[in-house]
């Protein structure tokens, strides 16, 4: 009788996992849906989730204990995404939309312990970025600010995991990933979602930009514009561009509140849209360091400024009348902490 029940919960188990985890035609493993009568409130469980392959990853770069990620250990986010991508000639062509479930970036890096370069020029992490890349050795970069500062967290994850979203009309069945995935949850033409990460890198901006936290007054006349070593642009005056209001509760990380005063500028994107594309390889690779004429700097990455779909933007604020922090300020309104804002901007750095 004992074995018998012992057979029973045996089989029972079994039939329990098959239902669980399927096996489709072309291999991949497969969780059912969890309302596929759509029955509830979730747009997002109606479909079966496929499993992806993931690779081993390790984080490498300006960190003390650098190693392979232990994904065990990490708690699961989800993130929706409409995928597009830039077509040759710069028009966007739609993928699909999907639900990717995986790793956060926020999580992975948490316990790396930093240990930057340039400390001794400058030592707030906020001129961090990391750069990640696969197994073909494709490489993109993120900004340390826009995976630990901004106002919503977990957007960028290593997903293992994905569900279509599919119409309830056209009932379109969007093409599936072969594997695990970057995906960049915040990105409007999302480039930067690469299969098959491998590695990321923890990078300091290397350019030496001297500081002077005591500089009285800090006031800057012109912003000079640089392409890797080359000046494109100097600016001394407003752009004549549409000015824009953000409303915003001002607080750093360190001093707390500043203001709750709104500020008005002009989206940095359309400003520096005038000197730099918005082509695949800027996507993926370009950033950008925006110093102060004390020397405090902040490093986006190229995407996070250009390419948003949450309309949070970084905005160029004139203040000409100030001599204390003017002419040109940067606001992040992406941001939670004010700490990438940055006072009398004389310089702006693109690279790769």
């Known amino acids: 009788m004992k074995q018998l029940l012992i057979i029973s919960l045996f089989l029972l188990t079994n039939l329990l996992m098959g239902q669980e985890l399927k096996k489709e035609e072309s291999g991949k493993t497969t969780i059912p849906a969890s309302d596929a009568g759509d029955r509830n409130n979730n747009f997002y469980d109606n479909e079966e989730t496929f499993i992806l392959p993931v690779n081993d990853l390790y984080v490498e770069g300006e960190v003390a204990n650098p ?5 065990s250990r990490l708690t699961k986010h989800s993130v929706i995404v409409k995928e597009t991508l830039l077509k ?7 993928v699909g939309a999907y639900r990717y479930d995986g790793y956060s970036l926020f999580d992975i890096l948490t316990d790396r312990i930093l240990a930057k370069n340039n400390t001794a020029e400058f030592k707030p992490i906020i001129d961090l970025y990391v750069e990640i890349e696969n197994r073909k050795g494709e490489k993109v970069i993120l900004s340390w600010g826009e995976i630990y500062y901004p106002n919503t967290l977990h957007n960028c994850i290593i997903a293992t995991a994905v569900a279509r979203i599919v119409p309830s009309k056209t009932k379109n069945l969007w093409p599936l990933p072969a594997e695990s995935k970057l995906v960049v949850a915040n990105d409007l033409v999302t480039e930067r979602n690469i299969s098959g990460p491998v590695k990321i890198t923890v990078k300091s901006y290397s350019r030496s930009i001297p500081a002077d936290r005591n500089l009285d007054p800090l006031y800057s006349p012109e912003i000079k514009i640089f392409s890797g070593d080359q000046i494109v642009e100097t600016i001394k005056e407003s752009p004549k561009l549409q000015p824009e209001t953000v409303h915003t509760i001002f607080y750093g990380r360190g001093r707390g509140i500043h203001s709750t005063q709104p ?9 520096l849209g005038n000197y730099f594309k918005t082509d695949r390889k800027n996507l993926k690779q370009g950033f950008l360091a925006i110093a102060g004429k004390d ?3 902040s490093v986006f990455s190229f995407s996070e400024i250009m390419n948003r779909n949450d309309q949070a933007e970084v905005l160029l604020v004139p203040c000409k009348d100030e001599k204390d922090g003017g002419q040109f300020r940067i606001f992040p309104s992406c941001d939670f902490f004010s700490d990438r804002a940055v006072k009398a901007v004389s310089e702006v750095y693109f690279s790769w």
């Open 88 to 94: 040759d000639d710069g028009t966007d062509a739609f």
């Open 263 to 271: 500020f008005t500028g002009f989206y940095l994107k359309e400003f």
């Open 295 to 297: 020397g405090y700097r």
């Open 67 to 71: 190693g392979k990620v232990n994904f």
